[in-house]
């Protein structure tokens, strides 16, 4: 933004200067501009396959999943939570609860297979169907099939 209000006060015409500094001042009370993330909540990633263990940071899977809690302990199927906002405790089965990790935090994806096509030739070159995140399939593709891939459509 720094550099169009540069480029705006080099305009020679000062009327024309003046229409185009008053709209760029209504656009920016309408829509920010330049580093937003701050004013947002992290984003959280379900992590489906992840197994809940004590001390681990879940959400239930039918809420809001920037809603977290930290697992306390697990008792015959049922899952002892602290929620993170506000300290209170509930018991929750383990089958309503899913694994988050926010931005930041590490997360170790692994492909796992689903199925697969027979009688091709192991020496042509065959296609591959990812569902994930992208952010975490691309990570996790840039480190397994570096120099490999000719494609990648999200």
Same mark, same amino acid.
């Given at each position: 933004m720094a550099l169009l209000e540069e480029k705006i006060a080099e305009i020679k015409d000062p009327e024309l200067r %003046? &229409?185009? $500094? @008053? @709209?760029?001042? =209504?656009l920016k009370k309408e829509k920010p501009f330049g580093l937003v993330f701050e004013r947002h909540q992290p984003e +959280? =990633?379900?992590?489906?396959?992840?197994? &809940?263990? %004590?001390? @681990?940071?879940v959400a239930k899977r039918a809420g809001n999943l920037t809603e977290t809690y930290r697992v306390i302990n697990i008792h015959a199927g049922q899952a002892n939570l602290i929620k993170d906002s506000d300290d209170? %405790? $509930?018991? +929750?089965p383990l089958a309503d609860l899913v694994v988050v990790r926010r931005m930041g935090e590490p997360i170790y994806p692994a492909l796992i297979p689903r199925d697969h096509i027979s009688g091709t030739d192991p020496k042509t070159p065959h296609h591959i169907l990812i569902e994930a995140d992208n952010y975490h399939a691309l990570q996790l593709l840039g480190y397994m099939y570096a120099g490999k891939v000719d494609c990648i459509y999200t």
């Open positions: %003046r &229409i185009i $500094e @008053e @709209e760029v001042k =209504a +959280v =990633a379900p992590l489906y396959q992840g197994g &809940i263990t %004590r001390r @681990e940071t209170s %405790r $509930e018991t +929750v």
